[in-house]
């Protein structure tokens, strides 16, 4: 029999056990961006995730789209993973590291552009902050994008136009678009840097009547004509249909967009936030401070996002902050998600207690406020109790540890 507990604090007692089994972060309250509490989370850490396929979040476009003067062709080939080799900073394939989304070529005249587009499987994302972290190219004849989407007259979008990216410049712009069926909201900031030239983090925060964009951390705009109500998907691509006025193109070699990771806070409707209202915590959503770099130490708050960096290196944090939901509540600890024999468990209490807690599991029953060790630990709740007739084969409890583990 197996007892899966939540953890808190770094005392002696949990490192020993702690060694013995996989932790992962768990931010099972929400997740707070700007004092505003999320529910949902989708992270994704293409820097080292080696085959999109199996993802469970992501789906590749494979689908052709009429436009003109050309029409495009969404292929899976087009997606193609490009992991870091350890901690080198190279890259599995050479080139960019990350997840690459190429458009091909030159185009023969009355072809189809082959482009290159990925979408989230889930499309009930609603309010939330969604950033990507995404190196682009000066190749002149593409459109990149990030952006969520319902459908047209439902859509915020972050886009970067290729041949707008020039040398001779110290600046390039980046376009924020609003579409609501009618004419666009669309805002058109300087970046002072090149996207072509490094990582860099777009982002935008999504609520009632407002859509706020973020570059690298830094707010720039924002928009609040044709804001969308509705959930919907976030996406992706990587495309050109030859437009003049927009894309140019097409591009006369393959052009690449390499993406670091994916980050997604959000709710599944308006009244998303109060899912978790009984809780004391939720987990803080850092911002991004300056541009990425593939080493840079970078936050994953789910157990997604944990797992697609399998032998974390030094530059992946898992063990989230916290922020108290409630006022003058107590300092609140990271929580971890463990799993091990209820015997091991037991060796790390006091005897009392590790009968309370089994006799509570056979019982079905919750122990709350129980002394467990000289560390200040405190159960506060068994969640799931198992034994017989249980509903569920496993017992869950919540620990809250001191400052001093």
Known sequence: MYLNVYLAGSGPIWQSMLNLISVYAQCECGYSVNGKTYTDAIEANFL?????????DWQISNWPVAQKP???????QNVVVNPLKGSSGESANGGDPGLQLIVQGPTQEGAKVSTAELVTKRGDMHYGSYRAAIKYSREPGTCGSMFWYKNDTQEIDVELLSYEDKSSSSTSPVHFVLHSGGPSNHAMPQLPFHPSE???????DWSPGKVAYYVDG????????????VPGSLILNHWSNGDPGWTQGPPTSDVIMAVAYVKAYFNTSSEGAQAHGQCDAVCLVQDQSGPVLPNQETTFLTKRGSEDTPNPPQSTKTNPTMVSTTAGAESCLPMLFVELPMDTLALGLNGATAAAIMDGAAQRRPIADKAVNQHMVIVILVLRIGGPGATQPDTRIRFRGSANG
Not at 48 to 56: G, L, P, T
Not at 70 to 76: H, I, M, R, T, V
Not at 198 to 204: A, Q, S, T, V
Request: proline content about 3%; overall charge negative.
């Open 48 to 56: 080292h995730i080696d085959d999109i396929s199996d993802n469970s």
């Open 70 to 76: 050309y029409s495009l062709n969404y292929e899976k």
């Open 198 to 204: 490094g990582y860099h983090e777009y982002r935008f």
């Open 218 to 229: 830094k707010h720039l705009e924002d928009l609040t004509k044709g804001v969308p109500e």
